[in-house]
């Protein structure tokens, strides 16, 4: 899972100390951070002689690890990391040519409104206070129609579902900062939100955004046997242990088709 590093207010202390701890993770796999890629890829179209190229913003950035993929699908782009994080952002600066510092709060990112061509926001969500103010503040900065690439775990995941039913706390929830309790795993990441894809489609639109897609990715978590049944939990998002949503910012924009059906 990604850290969240980019803050929609200035956390409290043990929250900020959390999120500077280098211990904690900071990215979420190449594989899903160059799906995603691929996706925005399709949406922008392919790059064109003499035509200005699209701004992307990479909104929790980390180290810089997910961007430095994404570059690769994405070339001929501008790909710009934003953290909260300083010790995140100088590691950022070793991996992607631009990284600059922001909050995702009250005109917190460095950023005019309408500047954006995108925003890539890979599993920052759920760990906001304020997850309100930062797709405001999102809402602001994309140009009208500007593509919003949104991942994040799923509380409804398959697994889940099992274990909620057996009494079991569901992965990807956590009760303490300090250590796991009640659930499978061992790490501390810092989740404070959950999303079903009913819940992430109700709260993009709510936030002026135009949901086109919510797919599944799958979790690198899962226990080896499982894996393939949480590959193809993937063909059906609402099972999925990961949500990858792309939205667009409504707006006077004329409609595009992103995806073959």
């Given at each position: 899972?990604?850290?969240?590093?980019?803050?929609?207010?200035?956390?409290?202390?043990?929250?900020?100390?959390?999120?500077?701890?280098?211990?904690?993770?900071?990215?979420?796999?190449?594989?899903?951070?160059?799906?995603?890629?691929?996706?925005?890829?399709?949406?922008?179209?392919?790059?064109?002689?003499?035509?200005?190229?699209?701004?992307?913003?990479?909104?929790?950035?980390?180290?810089?690890?997910?961007?430095?993929?994404?570059?690769?699908?994405?070339?001929?782009?501008?790909?710009?990391?934003?953290?909260?994080?300083?010790?995140?952002?100088?590691?950022?600066?070793?991996?992607?040519?631009?990284?600059?510092?922001?909050?995702?709060?009250?005109?917190?990112?460095?950023?005019?409104?309408?500047?954006?061509?995108?925003?890539?926001?890979?599993?920052?969500?759920?760990?906001?206070?304020?997850?309100?103010?930062?797709?405001?503040?999102?809402?602001?900065?994309?140009?009208?129609?500007?593509?919003?690439?949104?991942?994040?775990?799923?509380?409804?995941?398959?697994?889940?579902?099992?274990?909620?039913?057996?009494?079991?706390?569901?992965?990807?929830s956590e009760v303490s900062l300090r250590r796991i309790h009640g659930r499978p795993g061992s790490q501390v990441v810092g989740h404070l939100r959950l999303y079903t894809a009913r819940a992430l489609r109700s709260?993009?639109?709510?936030?002026?955004?135009?949901?086109?897609?919510?797919?599944?990715?799958?979790?690198?978590?899962?226990?080896?046997?499982?894996?393939?049944?949480?590959?193809?939990?993937?063909?059906?998002?609402?099972?999925?242990s990961i949500l990858l949503a792309h939205a667009r910012r409504k707006g006077p924009s004329p409609p595009q088709k992103f995806y073959r059906e």
């Amino acid at each position: 899972m990604t850290r969240p590093a980019v803050g929609t207010a200035q956390p409290p202390a043990g929250l900020r100390d959390f999120y500077e701890n280098p211990a904690v993770p900071v990215a979420s796999g190449a594989a899903r951070s160059r799906r995603q890629a691929q996706l925005l890829a399709r949406a922008l179209g392919p790059v064109r002689t003499g035509a200005p190229a699209a701004t992307i913003l990479d909104i929790g950035c980390g180290d810089g690890t997910a961007a430095a993929t994404a570059a690769d699908v994405l070339a001929g782009h501008r790909l710009v990391g934003v953290d909260w994080s300083q010790d995140a952002l100088r590691r950022a600066t070793t991996r992607i040519p631009y990284a600059v510092r922001g909050e995702l709060t009250d005109g917190g990112l460095p950023f005019a409104a309408g500047s954006a061509d995108a925003v890539l926001f890979s599993e920052v969500i759920e760990h906001l206070v304020d997850p309100d103010a930062a797709l405001d503040e999102l809402h602001r900065v994309l140009r009208p129609g500007g593509h919003l690439m949104l991942s994040t775990p799923n509380l409804a995941a398959w697994y889940n579902r099992g274990l909620l039913l057996a009494g079991v706390q569901p992965v990807f929830s956590e009760v303490s900062l300090r250590r796991i309790h009640g659930r499978p795993g061992s790490q501390v990441v810092g989740h404070l939100r959950l999303y079903t894809a009913r819940a992430l489609r109700s709260f993009l639109t709510a936030s002026g955004f135009e949901v086109l897609r919510i797919a599944g990715a799958p979790y690198h978590d899962v226990p080896r046997p499982l894996r393939p049944l949480d590959r193809a939990a993937c063909h059906i998002p609402p099972l999925a242990s990961i949500l990858l949503a792309h939205a667009r910012r409504k707006g006077p924009s004329p409609p595009q088709k992103f995806y073959r059906e």
